[in-house]
């Protein structure tokens, strides 16, 4: 038995800055691997990509994390361009993947489900009903709410979404997600709307504003952790997920595992590529 299993595709990644092109494999499942990989918990990745790209799952698991990998047609390709405020970005997708079924995922057993979805087609809502009855599920939206045109991601709602989040326990949507899924323009109306659709925890995110995690009509303020240097926020929402539940697992009040998500997302935003941190060094910025 584990206690998180994020499920997910890993991406083949162009990252566009106003300093430098880089190249990396990215997506939820391994910016959320990375990070979690880094805590003490037990924690395995469900994910799918072409043969070419098997290396990426060789350094996760020369980290030490566990991983179960499903052959795809093709890797998820993203291209991600940057503005000089990192808030603002701008994607391309160039390539799909497979998407997950249920039969990859009888064997897995584990308290927590993270669901990943990059595209709306990446996780059926059959799948979710699936793990609902195996565990907790968390779902970062955002990959429901893209639509691909000519290869620009565009927002777009989710028809399946009343279906869909009965069975899923905690939401994780920044606020232009949130407007898009519930089509209220406050947030914390927004917020509320999910808490009727069924979800007990509702993350929002707001970049360098901070977050906010509504629960059982309780709203709680989340501060943004100033990071010393901003190099590159590819990943940080996925960071600080991995931050969150992490600390719920381990017990945490929402508060508490708030506050530990943002500082290790800050942690994160201060070097290119994945979390590279440690817990000491999370709490270091909470001190």
Same mark, same amino acid.
């Given at each position: =038995? ?6 997910? &595709?890993? /991406?083949?990644?162009?990252?566009? /800055? #106003? ?11 391994? *910016? ?6 880094? $805590?003490?918990?037990?924690?395995? $990745?469900?994910?799918? %990509? ?10 996760? &698991? ?12 093709? #890797? ?17 997708? %160039?390539?799909?993947?497979?998407? @997950? ?12 489900? &993270?669901?990943?979805? %990059?595209? !709306? ?9 699936? $793990? ?44 232009? +997600?949130?407007?898009?899924? #519930? ?5 914390? +109306?927004?917020?509320?709307? $999910? ?16 977050? @906010? ?25 996925? /960071? ?5 539940? *992490? ?13 530990? !998500? ?6 994160? =935003? +201060?070097?290119?590529?994945? @979390? /590279? ?11």
């Amino acid at each position: =038995m584990y206690d998180i299993c994020c499920i997910g &595709h890993i /991406t083949s990644d162009k990252v566009v /800055t #106003t300093t430098a092109t880089l190249h990396m494999p990215g997506g939820t499942a391994y *910016y959320f691997s990375n990070a979690i990989g880094k $805590l003490d918990t037990r924690y395995i $990745l469900v994910t799918k %990509l072409a043969n070419a790209e098997m290396g990426y799952v060789d350094a996760l &698991h020369a980290q030490g994390i566990k991983v179960e990998a499903a052959e795809s047609t093709h #890797t998820v390709y993203f291209e991600n361009i940057y503005a000089e405020n990192q808030d603002d970005r701008t994607q391309n997708v %160039l390539q799909t993947a497979d998407p @997950f079924t249920v039969k990859e995922l009888q064997n897995i057993n584990t308290r927590v489900f &993270h669901l990943g979805p %990059l595209l !709306a087609d990446d996780i059926p809502v059959d799948v979710i009903k699936f $793990l609902a009855a195996k565990g907790r599920v968390s779902l970062d939206v955002q990959g429901y709410l893209r639509k691909v045109v000519n290869h620009k991601v565009y927002p777009t709602d989710w028809p399946e979404k009343k279906e869909a989040l009965q069975y899923v326990n905690i939401v994780k949507a920044d606020e232009a +997600e949130l407007q898009a899924l #519930t089509g209220r323009a406050n947030p914390r +109306e927004g917020a509320k709307q $999910l808490a009727d659709w069924g979800v007990q925890e509702i993350v929002i995110t707001n970049g360098s504003q901070g977050s @906010f995690i509504y629960s059982d009509g309780v709203f709680y303020i989340i501060p943004a952790y100033r990071p010393k240097i901003i190099v590159d926020a590819t990943g940080c929402g996925d /960071t600080y997920m991995a931050g969150y539940l *992490y600390r719920r697992t381990k017990g945490a009040s929402i508060q508490q595992a708030g506050e530990f !998500a943002a500082a290790m997302a800050s942690l994160k =935003m +201060e070097s290119p590529g994945p @979390f /590279t941190g440690t817990e000491h060094d999370v709490m270091a910025v909470l001190r």
